[in-house]
């Protein structure tokens, strides 16, 4: 565990979004961790830590919005990191496209594996959240990348997301399909499924990006 995460910990607990915010500005400011270092041991242990007792059922969605909603502001406020850590990276010449198809609201590991890839020097672009199957094909269409990326919690969400790779197999056959997220981690959830890779690190996205 990294020293500083407790006290990260603590302020995301007490739903003090500001302080929790200061907090790790201050941290890279001072150089105390670096970029990945917030993603890997600060924010997603953050929103994977989240517990709900039983007592506790009648508030846990809005209190778990809460939290993504501050590590979602620390993202979106710490992005100028990134651009500076992209100065220094050896670009791939290789285009990315990340998503979450419809019915997928669970954004932030999209976000942070988008800023995995542009660290692992791909030309790295986030779709959205939510975002239709007709326009996931639209956007291959128009972007031409490399990759695709599709994003998946909710385990629901993987009957549209087949429907997806299949189509875009089917009119792209080029395009490599990257699945990632939650979904994918339960027994079968990739079987029939058509994909190119699975995502289970960000280890596997340098790796991908010969940059490692």
Not at 41 to 61: G, H, K, M, S, Y
Not at 142 to 155: E, F, G, M, R, W
């Amino acid at each position: 565990m990294n020293p500083y995460y407790p006290a990260f910990l603590k302020l995301v607990n007490e739903e003090n979004k500001d302080e929790a915010m200061l907090y790790v500005q201050n941290l890279l400011k001072e150089k105390k961790i670096e970029l990945y270092e917030l993603y890997d041991f600060f924010l997603r242990p953050v929103l994977n830590e989240f517990e709900c007792t039983f007592e506790d059922e009648e508030i846990c969605i809005w209190k778990e919005h809460v939290r993504t909603s501050i590590v979602r502001t620390i993202l979106e406020s710490t992005y100028p990191y990134l651009i500076e850590a992209k100065k220094s990276v050896q670009k791939n010449n290789q285009k990315v496209v990340v998503v979450c198809p419809s019915e997928e609201f669970h954004e932030v590991g999209a976000i942070i594996v988008t800023n995995y890839f542009s660290l692992a020097g791909f030309d790295a672009q986030y779709i959205g959240a939510n975002t239709p199957k007709n326009d996931i094909i639209s956007a291959v269409k128009a972007l031409k990348p490399d990759y695709l990326a599709i994003s998946v919690t909710n385990y629901y969400n993987l009957v549209v997301t087949k429907q997806i790779t299949e189509q875009v197999k089917g009119l792209y056959p080029n395009v490599k399909i990257i699945v990632g997220g939650n979904a994918f981690n339960k027994p079968g959830a990739l079987d029939h499924l058509v994909y190119d890779y699975h995502l289970t690190h960000k280890d596997d996205i340098f790796k991908l990006g010969g940059n490692h």
